[in-house]
């Protein structure tokens, strides 16, 4: 029950209030819906066959999988196994899906899977003109057109979210802990997914990291869950005092 719930407040609201209007077409022609189950759907495949040989049974091994690949995608932060113990093949499904996080509109943190789709579709559209240069093609997403400036915003916030991991990563890899425990530390913040891999991992915590960088795993948290954008927007003009005053002063002058 916990498990379906956690999935169902990973999809976007919008799609709630169609259903409750009792109109289904958008609910069944939702790109992103289908994505969503795509990605859990497999997920959940891949490890529950990935880590059998730790359990007695299939359905065992598919109560553990299943909760767990919901857990992180929807970044409940839940967790009913030590997923340290995995194989490392599920441990990198897992992390992945820390990335990717929830549906737009919905609860889930993580870079969202309609940007992740526009992200592809975009990376396919490129490789397409190479072999086609003359070819005009636009992103569809849900049968319409995905306009230019959209794109670029994904394509910046993606970048934008990038540079923050790898400007936070060097950072908290002051603490010399293991990559594992570095890396998963930022994007679990940043996601705001809960528990990592390594030392905060499930059964662990983030008390043995260091002041600095808690400090900046809770400003990832902050920008993680504003988007990073709202943050930019509020520091901006702090940081564009200076250039004012010439201004200013140049304008008592005159």
Request: aromatic share 12%; proline share 4%.
């Amino acid at each position: 029950m916990i498990t379906v719930f956690m999935f169902l407040f990973g999809i976007n609201f919008n799609l709630y209030f169609f259903l409750i209007l009792r109109d289904f077409n958008p609910i069944l022609k939702n790109e992103e819906l289908r994505w969503y189950i795509g990605i859990v759907a497999l997920s959940i495949a891949a490890i529950t066959i990935n880590i059998l040989p730790l359990y007695h049974t299939l359905a065992e091994s598919l109560r553990y999988s299943s909760f767990q690949v919901v857990s992180i995608i929807t970044t409940t932060g839940y967790a009913t196994a030590d997923f340290n113990l995995w194989p490392t093949l599920s441990k990198m499904i897992l992390f992945f899906l820390m990335v990717v996080g929830a549906c737009a509109g919905s609860t889930g943190g993580g870079l969202k899977v309609t940007r992740l789709m526009i992200v592809l579709k975009k990376i396919k559209l490129n490789v397409q003109k190479l072999w086609h240069p003359h070819k005009v093609e636009a992103i569809m997403v849900d049968g319409k057109i995905v306009d230019k400036e959209t794109v670029d915003q994904v394509m910046a916030f993606f970048g934008a979210w990038m540079i923050l991991i790898a400007a936070a990563t060097l950072v908290v890899a002051l603490d010399d802990f293991d990559f594992e425990t570095t890396l998963t530390a930022v994007y679990t913040c940043l996601g705001n997914v809960g528990p990592g891999l390594g030392l905060c991992g499930p059964t662990g915590s983030f008390a043995l990291f260091s002041a600095l960088s808690k400090i900046v795993l809770s400003l990832c948290m902050l920008l993680g869950r504003l988007e990073i954008y709202p943050i930019l927007i509020f520091l901006f003009p702090l940081l564009e005092i200076d250039k004012r005053k010439p201004v200013l002063r140049r304008r008592r002058e005159d």
